[in-house]
């Protein structure tokens, strides 16, 4: 696909029973990446600079070795999945751990950019993304509850109820380093996490129906790269449109939004624009409304604009004054798309 037409890929699914539109868009990245950069190469580093440290630290916790190691090469698979999933960059992975990982959170200092010139070289890539830290931690409370329970009699009685929840979160950080102009573009870390609960009759029967510590990481970590993938990838949104059909008896109105439930946007565009010019003032500012949506299925934007500044401007209908700062944060994601995309 070429990479200009991903902006103008619009899927559209209509509900009959309340008439709204749901129609697909790219949301712009947080992070603009420079054009140079065409391939990133991704990085490990989570190799502790302190291995005592790090048993140390697997001895309080209870993890084995391997844990972390597993659930971090989840996250840079999640990542690289993300990365992939766009056209905008090539990705591969670095094959060796680096050391580097920072201590509570933590991130470590900087790769020095002989390193990464290095890494680009061999790699030829244009950037380094690399992981630079990641903690994983697993928490377990416990609580019992009286429930009311109904008997074969029908009466009720209160039960007690155990259960148990389990919260894990992993902290990870990352940093993106642009080789050609030797400057970090983006260096973030967030919290990523999951909440599981299980009950039983017993406190021993509710734990154990408890996802394990192992499970619950591993999971969190296998979603955990899509996070930050969204900060340098666009992303595909869903967003929701009502279209008016009913509005001081007018046929036109109507007609339009049943030739739209067929994705019939011409002939509904046609019934609109005559109750915008000669129906009445409620569902002229319904029409423009309509026709608003109508040209942003197409693509139209300035159009739809148009329409949904009428609608207010000419007719009062309110909500298109709401919808008219939507339109206008469209635009602006569309510019921003073009050049995150080219």
């Not at 005592?52 to 309080?60: D, H, K």
């Not at 670095?94 to 920072?102: A, D, E, I, N």
């Not at 394990?212 to 869903?238: C, F, H, L, T």
Request: aromatic residues 8%; glycine residues 6%.
């Amino acid at each position: 696909m070429n990479r200009l037409s991903i902006y103008f890929l619009v899927l559209l699914s209509i509900s009959a029973c309340n008439k709204s539109v749901s129609l697909s868009a790219w949301q712009p990245a947080p992070i603009t990446v420079p054009r140079h950069i065409q391939k990133i190469t991704l990085v490990n580093r989570t190799l502790p600079e302190s291995k005592i440290a790090n048993v140390i630290e697997g001895v309080l916790t209870g993890e084995l070795p391997f844990q972390d190691k597993n659930a971090v090469q989840a996250s840079m698979n999640s990542l690289l999945n993300s990365l992939s999933e766009s056209s905008r960059f090539q990705s591969g992975v670095y094959p060796t751990v680096l050391k580097g990982s920072g201590s509570g959170g933590l991130l470590p200092m900087p790769l020095d950019w002989p390193t990464v010139e290095r890494i680009c070289r061999e790699t030829q890539a244009d950037a380094v993304l690399a992981l630079e830290t990641y903690d994983s931690d697993f928490i377990v409370t416990n609580a019992e509850k009286l429930e009311d329970q109904k008997q074969k009699d029908g009466t009720v009685i209160k039960t007690k109820v155990y259960t148990a929840q389990g919260v894990a979160t992993i902290k990870l950080g990352f940093r993106l380093y642009d080789m050609k102009n030797r400057v970090i573009i983006d260096q973030h870390q967030y919290n990523h996490g999951n909440t599981w609960n299980a009950r039983g009759s017993t406190a021993a029967q509710a734990a154990l129906a408890l996802i394990a510590k192992n499970d619950a990481v591993m999971r969190v970590s296998e979603s955990s790269g899509y996070v930050y993938g969204k900060r340098i990838v666009p992303m595909q949104v869903w967003l929701s449109r009502r279209v008016y059909s009913k509005g001081g008896g007018n046929p036109q109105l109507k007609a339009g939004a049943r030739a739209a439930l067929v994705n019939d946007w011409d002939n509904a565009i046609r019934n609109w624009e005559q109750t915008a010019n000669s129906g009445s003032s409620k569902s002229a500012g319904k029409a423009c409304y309509n026709l608003a949506i109508a040209y942003e299925v197409q693509g139209d934007f300035e159009k739809a604009l148009q329409w949904a500044r009428r609608g207010y401007s000419q007719y009062g209908f309110k909500p298109s004054r709401q919808y008219v700062a939507q339109l206008e944060q469209r635009v602006i994601n569309e510019q921003r798309l073009k050049e995150q995309m080219e």
